[in-house]
C-alpha cells in the first residue's frame, strides 16, 4: 500500500509538473514537449509493455501517443490532471491496437508457427531491460506473469495494468477508462481470480 | 454459497475498499475457512508479484523516433494540404464564387419589371395611410420604377427642364363616378347577409391592396380576373368616361397654356389610361389644378405660386374602379 501511495505522490509531483510543461508549450516553448516526453515516456511505455504483450508494437504505441499529445495538446482545458488525460489516450491507442486486426492476425501467427518463439523474444526484451540485481527466477516468474495477463479478457487486463501494475487509484482508472467504480472493482476482482488460476502452481 | 460470495469481496478486502460491517463479515468468515483464507493469501501474493514487475524501459531511441515521426506527420499534413486546395486559392475561389452570385441576382432583379405599377392602385383607403408616412407626393425628382415608363425622350426632357426651372408634381385623381362605386362597395361589404352578387356588381371593387403585395401575385391575380370577370355593358360606359376624363385633362391643360405630353394605359385587363402627363406653366396651373378637382377628388393638392415662373410638369395618375384588381390584405 505505501508503494502505491508513494507511487501516487510522485504522479501528483508530475502532474504539477506536467501540467506547467503544458502551459509553457502552450504558450510557444517547444522545448516543453521534450521534457513531457522525457518525463512519461517510461510510464507510458511499460504501460503499452503490458497491455499489447509485445515490446515492438509497445513502442510503436507509445511514440504513437506521444504523437497524438502533441497533436492535442493546445486542445487540453486543465479539466483533469494531465496524468490522467496522458494515460487516457495511451489506453485508447492500446484499445484500438489490440482490437486491430493485424494485431489479432500477427498474434495468431505467432502463437502457431512457433509457440516458444513468443517467451525468447520476451527473454531478449527482458535482456534490455535486466536489473544487475534482479534474480534469474524472478525473471522467469515475471514472463509467466506477463504472459499469464496477456490471456486475460482486454477489459480485465486494462484495469489490472493501471491498478496493480501502475497502483493507480479506484477513481482515476475510472476516470481514465470511463468506467463507473463499482464496474472497476468488479472486473478488477475479477482479473484478479482469473490470474490466481492461471498461475496456480507457480506463485 | 458463502465461499463464493466471499471470494468475490477478497479482491476489495485486499485494497482495503469494504465498509466496517462487510470486512468484518469478511474477516470472520475467514476465520473458520480455511479454503477462502488460502484464497486470500494467494490472491495477495498475486497482487506483489503484479506489483513487482520490474518497468521495461522503452528504447534508446525512443524521444528521436516521436520527433521523427511527428516530422514525417508534418511533411504529411504539408503534402496534403497541398493536393488539396489551401487556403491561398480557397479563398479567391470563394470570392469569385460570391462574386457570381452576385451578380446573377443583380441581373435578374433588373430584368424583372413590374407590369402593374403598384402605386397607382392605391385607391382612397388605402391612399390615407400612405398620405399619414408620405405626407407629400410632391418629389423633386420622379422614382425610379416610374422614371422606367416614361419614354426615353420625356425623361432627357425632364432632365433638361430640372436645369431650367421646372418642377414635377405627382397626383392621384379618382373620377366622380369612380367615387361613388367605392361608397358602394363599402356598404355592400357592411352588409352581413346579402344575396349573391349581381352580375352589375361585379364591377364593384372589393377593398384595395396594400402597396406591399408581391407583384407576382398581382400578376396571377390580375389574369385569373381578367378569366373570370367578363366586361359588361357598365364596364364600357366606364371606360368611355375615363377617356372622357382624358379628353377634359386634354381641354384644360391646353386651355391654361399646356400640353399632354404623354398618356400611360394599363395593358391588362382593360387597356384604360392610368397616368397622364401634362406640362403646363405655373401661370396657369392655378386654374388647370381647379378644372381638375370638378372631374373628381385630386390628391394631393400642390399649391404653386404663379409668379414662380415655372414649366410645371403635372403627372396625373387616374384611379377608377375598373383598374386592375388586387387583391386586400388585411394582414
Known amino acids: 500500500m505505501s508503494k502505491i501511495l508513494d507511487d501516487e505522490n510522485m504522479e501528483d509531483q508530475q502532474t504539477r509538473n506536467g501540467e506547467e510543461l503544458i502551459r509553457a508549450f502552450q504558450s510557444g516553448e517547444t522545448s516543453a514537449f521534450d521534457t513531457l516526453v522525457t518525463m512519461y515516456k517510461d510510464t507510458v511505455f511499460h504501460m503499452c509493455f503490458r497491455m499489447l504483450g509485445d515490446y515492438q508494437e509497445a513502442d510503436d504505441t507509445a511514440q504513437e501517443v506521444f504523437v497524438k499529445v502533441y497533436t492535442n495538446i493546445k486542445r487540453f482545458r486543465f479539466e483533469s490532471a494531465f496524468s490522467t488525460w496522458l494515460y487516457r489516450i495511451t489506453v485508447n491507442t492500446c484499445k484500438n491496437k489490440l482490437t486491430s486486426s493485424e494485431f489479432r492476425h500477427r498474434d495468431k501467427m505467432v502463437r502457431l508457427n512457433n509457440p516458444l518463439q513468443d517467451s525468447k523474444s520476451f527473454m531478449e526484451i527482458e535482456d534490455k531491460s535486466r536489473s544487475p540485481h534482479a534474480a534469474l527466477e524472478e525473471k522467469e516468474r515475471s514472463v509467466i506473469i506477463h504472459k499469464a495477463i496477456q490471456e486475460l479478457p482486454e477489459e480485465q487486463k486494462i484495469v489490472v495494468v493501471l491498478r496493480d501494475i501502475h497502483g493507480l487509484a479506484y477513481e482515476e482508472i475510472a476516470s481514465i477508462t470511463g468506467l463507473k467504480s463499482g464496474t472497476v472493482k468488479s472486473r478488477l476482482s475479477r482479473a484478479r481470480l482469473a490470474l490466481r488460476q492461471q498461475l496456480k502452481g507457480v506463485i | ?331
Not at chain 2, 56 to 68: E, I, L, S, W
Not at chain 2, 81 to 93: A, D, G, T, Y
Not at chain 2, 207 to 213: G, H
Not at chain 2, 241 to 257: N, P
Open chain 2, 1 to 331: 454459497m458463502e465461499c463464493e460470495r466471499i471470494e468475490k469481496l477478497l479482491s476489495e478486502y485486499i485494497d482495503d475498499l469494504l465498509d466496517l460491517q462487510t470486512k468484518t463479515f469478511v474477516e470472520s468468515h475467514l476465520q473458520s475457512c480455511a479454503q477462502c483464507s488460502k484464497s486470500l493469501e494467494e490472491l495477495k501474493n498475486i497482487v506483489q508479484e503484479l506489483r513487482k514487475l520490474e518497468p521495461v524501459p522503452p528504447p534508446a531511441d525512443f524521444t528521436a523516433n516521436v520527433h521523427k515521426r511527428l516530422a514525417e506527420r508534418s511533411w504529411a499534413m504539408q503534402l496534403f494540404k497541398s493536393m488539396f486546395v489551401p487556403i491561398k486559392i480557397k479563398l479567391p475561389l470563394q470570392f469569385a464564387a460570391a462574386a457570381i452570385v452576385a451578380i446573377i441576382v443583380i441581373t435578374l432583379s433588373y430584368k424583372i419589371k413590374p407590369d402593374v405599377e403598384v402605386t397607382t392602385r392605391t385607391p382612397e383607403v388605402m391612399q390615407k395611410e400612405r398620405q399619414q408616412e408620405q405626407p407629400f407626393m410632391d418629389k423633386s425628382a420622379p422614382e425610379p420604377e416610374k422614371q422606367d415608363r416614361l419614354s426615353a425622350v420625356a425623361s432627357k426632357e425632364e432632365q433638361a427642364e430640372k436645369k431650367q426651372n421646372s418642377r414635377i408634381i405627382e397626383m392621384t385623381l379618382m373620377l366622380k363616378q369612380d367615387i361613388r362605386d367605392f361608397a358602394l362597395a363599402e356598404r355592400r361589404k357592411g352588409t352581413a347577409m346579402e344575396k349573391a352578387e349581381t352580375e352589375e356588381s361585379t364591377d364593384v371593387q372589393p377593398l384595395p391592396a396594400p402597396s406591399s403585395l408581391k407583384r407576382k401575385e398581382a400578376k396571377s391575380l390580375i389574369q385569373k380576373n381578367k378569366a373570370i370577370q367578363p366586361r359588361t355593358k357598365k364596364q364600357a360606359l366606364k371606360e368611355q368616361g375615363s377617356e372622357d376624363a382624358v379628353a377634359q385633362i386634354k381641354t384644360l391643360a391646353t386651355r391654361f397654356g399646356g400640353t399632354v405630353v404623354d398618356i400611360e394605359f394599363y395593358s391588362e385587363p382593360t387597356d384604360k389610361p392610368k397616368t397622364i402627363t401634362v406640362k403646363i406653366p405655373s401661370s396657369g396651373y392655378e386654374n388647370f389644378l381647379e378644372g381638375l378637382k370638378r372631374t373628381g377628388r385630386l390628391q394631393p393638392i400642390v399649391e404653386v405660386p404663379a409668379q414662380a415662373n415655372l414649366m410645371i410638369t403635372v403627372r396625373i395618375h387616374l384611379l377608377t374602379s375598373l383598374a386592375p384588381e388586387l387583391p386586400y390584405d388585411p394582414g
